[in-house]
């Protein structure tokens, strides 16, 4: 007996009539959802006489395939390119390569910059469609073309209002968002508005969202910036050494949201925003001439994952998303309050990393994490600079950097 195999058959929305018969008269059951069957009534008369398998869910669905592969052939049908975020990946991991042909349509995505008349070769893809840790603001603002399918929970206005309460308004002016609703269907709806104007406007689950930005010509991208790269006053900068030390302990990682508190000129979150562009991160500094050089840097480098928070910590700390990663560069005399609201707040696995140049601090540290539950490890660093030939060495003053790690959750968790 011959090899029984799968097809696995996109059906594009707008010409699902492009499905012939012979696509399925040699198999023995067809996988098919309710609203694709619908869609391909021209095949009637073909399920009444073949079994007829829900997709969903699709663990059952897989346990009927593998049955009536013992029989003959089995037809799947699936919407637009079954390879763009669909089926046909777990289809392939499950039941091998060997056995699996693949006929793909257009996708609702290629249908979609295809109305807007927009490439769709430069962009970020995500997929929304049952995903449980949130929407990736810092994904989609850090990049100047974002293309999403949108479901249920996770719909066009509520992606929209997200990204414009993190962005402010005059940043949010350089965002365009196109939204398809139901394309190739009945009651399809473009629309091209704002990020401010879509935060208001109702939209079904079925969207294909494309946001936009416009990007002004900047640095190439590099870690390591020197204290020259970043606007300061008066040379009030965490060195690049010891920049570069404090960032290794933070072990910043994509998607991950990170406090920068007592940011200074916002050297930290400056190079982390470049070097981990997925991520969020609020730096929070009470000094007016501080808040204006990190403005500055922000413009300098075009950087819309960093999020000015103008005030004193802990109290300017209400209110922010709960953050994987903190750096403590500046207390303001309040650490022992700081580490006490961060040690609560943030998430299991996370981590604390506080600069010490005073001995109180370098005493302090250790222990108020300590006692909240941390493992703690403590580094000191000596920076010593020379340009050669030059005999004079230029020695700064020696950083400890305390990095408290959230392992096992804090004591107030447990």
């Not at 696995?8 to 009539?17: K, M, P, T």
């Not at 929407?135 to 509520?158: E, F, M, W, Y």
């Not at 709960?322 to 998430?347: H, M, Q, T, W």
């Amino acid at each position: 007996m011959a090899e029984t195999r799968i097809r696995l058959i996109g059906v594009d929305v707008a010409r699902s009539h492009g499905v012939e018969l012979h696509s399925v008269k040699d198999c023995t059951a067809i996988v098919v959802s309710k609203r694709i069957r619908v869609q391909l009534s021209h095949l009637e008369d073909r399920f009444r006489e073949t079994k007829i398998i829900p997709i969903a869910p699709v663990d059952e669905a897989f346990e009927q395939i593998d049955v009536e592969l013992k029989k003959g052939n089995v037809t799947v049908f699936a919407s637009g390119d079954p390879l763009f975020f669909g089926i046909a990946k777990r289809i392939v991991t499950r039941f091998g390569r060997d056995i699996v042909d693949i006929f793909p349509a257009l996708s609702s995505m290629q249908l979609a910059c295809s109305a807007f008349k927009i490439s769709w070769d430069d962009a970020e893809f995500i997929s929304l469609h049952g995903r449980k840790d949130g929407i990736p603001v810092g994904r989609i603002v850090s990049r100047k073309k974002t293309a999403l399918l949108t479901d249920n929970i996770c719909r066009p206005d509520v992606i929209a209002n997200k990204i414009f309460e993190f962005l402010d308004k005059e940043k949010s002016k350089r965002f365009q968002v196109h939204i398809a609703e139901n394309i190739g269907m009945e009651g399809e709806k473009l629309v091209t508005t704002t990020l401010q104007q879509a935060a208001t406007m109702e939209f079904g689950g079925l969207c294909c969202m494309i946001i936009t930005r416009k990007v002004k010509k900047t640095n190439h991208t590099r870690f390591g910036l020197e204290e020259k790269d970043i606007h300061h006053s008066r040379g009030l900068i965490t060195k690049s050494e010891v920049r570069a030390a404090i960032i290794h302990s933070l072990g910043v990682e994509p998607g991950c949201i990170m406090w920068d508190i007592g940011a200074g000129s916002g050297s930290v979150s400056i190079e982390c925003a470049r070097l981990m562009p997925d991520m969020l991160i609020y730096a929070v500094e009470k000094e007016v001439e501080q808040n204006e050089n990190i403005t500055s840097n922000i413009v300098k480098y075009d950087l819309f994952n960093v999020n000015q928070v103008k005030g004193m910590a802990p109290a300017a700390l209400q209110g922010l998303p709960a953050p994987d990663r903190i750096f403590i560069g500046g207390s303001g005399g309040n650490l022992a309050e700081i580490v006490d609201y961060c040690a609560d707040s943030i998430s299991e696995g996370g981590r604390i990393v506080i600069s010490a140049v005073l001995e109180k601090t370098r005493n302090d540290a250790p222990r108020l994490l300590y006692q909240k539950g941390f493992e703690v490890v403590t580094k000191t660093i000596s920076v010593s600079r020379k340009v050669y030939p030059e005999k004079e060495e230029q020695v700064f003053n020696p950083i400890t950097i305390i990095l408290g790690h959230n392992k096992k959750g804090n004591s107030h968790n447990e």
